[in-house]
């Protein structure tokens, strides 16, 4: 079989073909890149506007960036940002909104088109935000505090959402919450964006739900069909530094969500303890291939790395490889629609790193470019490089 990129030597062929990403840095940018198959480099970098850009939602159709605010010091807060996307990754500011301390994450949910509303996970401040779109410059839609806390007292003294996820029906939003040991479960009212509270999976205490993704096998095509073909919530779990399969199940008359957990797996060959300092990053799902970041682990020293997984049918998982994430505190990453490609944004060494991988059998193979971004970080501090996207 011919390597991989072979088949890609067309598409990168010109630099009229090349792909572009979009990647945030703490430092209050912006970037667009240009990965030409063999190279990245910085188009343009434009300032965010508000004061830590911890994440982007990138709306392809809507072309469209929201960026929120971490910033987890002073009284007044943070802003949500948004940009419209022009030729060539122009941007124009469109729109802001007033949010508390700390947001890590965004999500897209609700009305018809699945997008008419944003919902934020602020970890500093125990809540979700959420607003209407287009952003108006004023305060959230609806907040949701939290209370509650679990077994480690240094990352567990209160409530700390990390991530805000919609299930593949657009009728429910899951939250991890890393403080308090919950995965929360919200009904979405699709026309008012309005969320409730509707119940919550609880992870072994110390586990440290971090970051989730939704897996539904090939072809699942109705609700109906969903429920019954093994639905399943991945969770990357931070402190225990496991990675969890929960079953999904939907209710028949419009109750809530539920979630049994199915199996625990640690990010390496068999089912190893992660070394001390290891914290799991983010994860996500291409075919039948889930993918985590294992932030610290030094596993390639003094580079950190990432771990592919074998999703089977019945969405139980099977370790599969641990690679390099070409940098240091990979917070980021994603995977692009051709699946040729990996995007890794290392925190800590700033840069973005682009391995290939091999879309039949899922694996990371090696470095293609590299390109650091902004300044270098200091590990545990909340600079250097925070999020990456693909601008497809
Ligand atoms: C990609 O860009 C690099 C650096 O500008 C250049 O050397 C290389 O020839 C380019 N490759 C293609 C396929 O355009
Ligand atoms: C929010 O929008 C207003 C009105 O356009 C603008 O004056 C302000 O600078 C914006 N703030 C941020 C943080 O982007
Ligand atoms: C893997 O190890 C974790 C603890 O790190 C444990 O909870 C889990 O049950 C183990 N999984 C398997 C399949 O043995
Ligand atoms: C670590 O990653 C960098 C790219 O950021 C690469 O140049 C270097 O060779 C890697 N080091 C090791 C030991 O793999």
Redesign the pocket.
Same mark, same amino acid.
């Given at each position: 079989m011919l390597p991989s990129h072979t088949f890609l030597l067309p598409l990168f062929a010109s630099a009229a073909s090349a792909a572009n990403l979009w990647a945030a840095h703490y430092s209050r940018t912006i970037n667009y890149l240009t990965f030409n198959g063999s190279s990245l480099t910085l188009s343009s970098s434009t300032a965010t506007g508000n004061l830590l850009p911890s994440w982007i939602t990138y709306d392809s159709i809507g072309k469209a960036l929201y960026i929120p605010d971490e910033v987890f010091y002073g009284a007044t807060g943070g802003s949500i940002v948004s940009f419209a996307i022009g030729t060539n990754g122009r941007l124009t500011a469109t729109g802001n909104g007033s949010t508390p301390l700390g947001a890590v994450a965004t999500a897209l949910y609700g009305g018809a088109d699945g997008k008419s509303f944003i919902a934020n996970a602020h970890y500093q401040s125990s809540q979700v935000t959420t607003f209407k779109l287009p952003l108006d410059g004023g305060q959230p839609l609806q907040t949701l505090k939290y209370t509650g806390k679990s077994v480690n007292p240094y990352r567990q003294e209160a409530p700390h959402p990390h991530h805000v996820i919609v299930d593949p029906t657009g009728d429910f939003m899951i939250v991890p919450d890393l403080g308090a040991d919950l995965i929360r479960i919200h009904k979405i009212e699709k026309t008012s964006g309005k969320l409730t509270e509707c119940g919550a999976a609880k992870p072994v205490p110390g586990t440290g739900p971090r970051h989730g993704v939704f897996w539904q096998p090939a072809g699942a095509a109705s609700r109906v069909r969903r429920a019954a073909e093994a639905t399943t919530l991945f969770v990357g779990n931070e402190l225990s530094n496991t990675v969890s399969a929960w079953a999904v199940s939907y209710p028949s008359g419009g109750g809530c969500l539920s979630l049994s957990l199915k199996q625990t797996l640690s990010p390496y060959q068999g089912n190893t303890t992660a070394a001390r300092g290891t914290k799991i990053g983010e994860v996500h799902i291409k075919d039948s291939f889930l993918y985590s970041t294992n932030r610290n682990d030094k596993k390639? +020293?003094?580079?950190d790395s990432l771990t592919q997984y074998t999703i089977s049918s019945d969405g139980t998982l099977s370790w599969t490889d641990t690679t390099?994430s070409?940098?240091t505190y990979p917070r980021t990453f994603d995977i692009n629609k051709a699946g040729d490609y990996v995007a890794i944004g =290392?925190q800590t060494?700033s840069?973005v +790193?682009i391995v290939a991988r091999d879309p039949t059998t899922g694996k990371l193979g090696s470095?293609v470019a =590299?390109l650091r971004i902004g300044s270098v970080g200091v590990p545990e501090n909340e600079d250097g490089l925070s999020a990456v996207v693909w601008a497809e």
């Open positions: 390639f +020293a003094p580079n390099s070409y940098g =290392d060494t840069n +790193a470095l =590299d």
